[in-house]
Nanobody, 125 residues
Framework: QVQLVESGGGSVQAGESLRLSCTAS????????MNWFRQVPGKEREVVAA???????VYADSVKGRFTISKDNAKNTLYLQMNSLKPDDTALYYC???????????????????WGQGTQVTVSS
């Protein structure tokens, strides 16, 4: 079973950038359907980006044009580059795999399997 460890979160001002990392073990990000989702207490889980084994990606409208998901296959690591951050981006961010029988490039928070402990992103105005 894959194990995922997220890092890179922090507290920033609106307009600044952060890069989140997710290191995987037990499986390879190069061939897996990888996702970033975020969670705010009292709100529904939101998948913000997903990337498939061919490198194709989809983004939630709320982050399109500001966030970029990418993979470093040699390091078995997934990234989320977050630019022009807004206070609404404040959340606990997780990387996750999606079950292989599920459609990968989906923004629905279903079929998400393994995820890590999350990394907190706080954006102040």
């Amino acid at each position: 079973q894959v194990q995922l460890v997220e890092s890179g979160g922090g507290s920033v001002q609106a307009g600044e950038s952060l890069r989140l990392s997710c290191t995987a073990s037990g499986d390879t990000v190069s061939t897996s359907c990888m996702n970033w989702f975020r969670q705010v207490p009292g709100k529904e889980r939101e998948v913000v980006a997903a990337v498939d084994g061919d490198g194709r990606a989809v983004y939630a409208d709320s982050v399109k044009g500001r966030f970029t998901i990418s993979k470093d296959n040699a390091k078995n690591t997934l990234y989320l580059q977050m630019n022009s951050l807004k206070p609404d981006d404040t959340a606990l961010y997780y990387c996750a795999t999606r079950a292989r029988h599920m459609r990968c490039l989906s923004l629905y928070p279903v079929g998400l399997t393994s995820w890590g402990q999350g990394t907190q992103v706080t954006v102040s105005s």
